[in-house]
């Protein structure tokens, strides 16, 4: 790789991917962008462009710098209560990338999706493999993840010559974790077991999606690539980590009173009753293709990951 292109340079998985990089190739031209600056010094890439994926300058843009590689990592996380303007975004804007990378024509294109994508479905195996459907019908960031990964793979038919993949990362942890998900999973002041049911959750380390993207983008990947250690870490063992208790309520009674408190706005409430289907039933991923055809190996289990984000949160907390 030569000339690399980042979208969602700014954000978590982004930022990370260009400290990766600069770290690493001293002769990669990387190019970010993103509707956002870069948040720090390491993570600016050499050239950066404010933009959305949405844009009718995207398609110039790319031609103008020519990259051989494009990872598109831009993607609204955080829920929105505006659920048709949040897929606008994903999907339509993932419409207008893909458009623009038929112009340009990179020697690879690479999509971070997300294991969400499978579905928190009880009749789930465990672990899933990359062979199983993606069943994801509830929860707005989870099916734009399929509908982009459908779109992706109608666009990788259609363009044999170029190495089309895309790689699902767990619940991405580490040092730099500040997001919705780490303020309901390590913030409150307990956790519910939904059913009484100890739920394994699976954390991906930060460092080891940078690396795992790197891998396919090496290898000339093509197609789905679960990104997440063979392990995950349940409920229980994460509230012990974090000094804290568990309790078991229904899950209809959890669901009702996180979906009300989501419709009528309450501040501490981030996310859409649908979201806790993924608090109650297993989607654990196993990473075949990555371990087997591509010979890579995580730094960081599920627990060690959870760790890194503890240890790091409360170092912070202890500093004057």
Known sequence: ???????????????????????????????????????????????????????????????????????????????????????????????NLLQAVDRCQPERFLFVSSTTAYGALADNPIPLDESMPVRASAFRYAMDKVEDERLLGEFAQQHGEMAVSWV?????????????????????????????????????????????????????????????????????????ATGRRCFSLPFWFVKFLHGLAWKVRLPIHESPGDFLYYARYPWVVAPRRLEQELDFRFQYSSNETVEAVVEYRTASKEQP
């Open 1 to 95: 790789m030569k000339r690399l292109v980042i979208t969602g340079s700014s954000g978590y998985v982004g930022g990370k991917l260009v400290e990766y990089y600069r770290s690493r190739q001293g002769d990669l031209r990387i190019l970010g962008i993103d509707i956002e600056p870069p948040p720090s010094e390491e993570s600016t890439p050499h050239e950066f462009r404010q933009l959305d994926v949405q844009s009718e300058q995207l398609s110039d843009v790319l031609e103008q710098f020519a990259p051989d590689t494009i990872v598109h990592s831009a993607f609204v996380v955080p829920p929105m209560h505006d659920e048709r303007r949040m897929r606008e975004i994903n999907v339509e804007g993932f419409r």
């Open 168 to 240: 699902r990362p767990a619940i991405v942890g580490g040092p730099k974790m500040d997001n919705y998900l780490y303020r309901f999973i390590f913030g409150l002041p307990v956790l519910v077991l939904s059913d009484g049911y100890d739920t394994p959750l699976q954390f991906v380390h930060e460092d080891d999606v940078s690396a795992g993207i790197d891998a396919v983008l090496q290898a000339n990947g093509r197609g789905a690539y679960n990104l997440a250690p063979d392990s995950a870490s349940p409920l229980s063992e994460i509230a012990e």
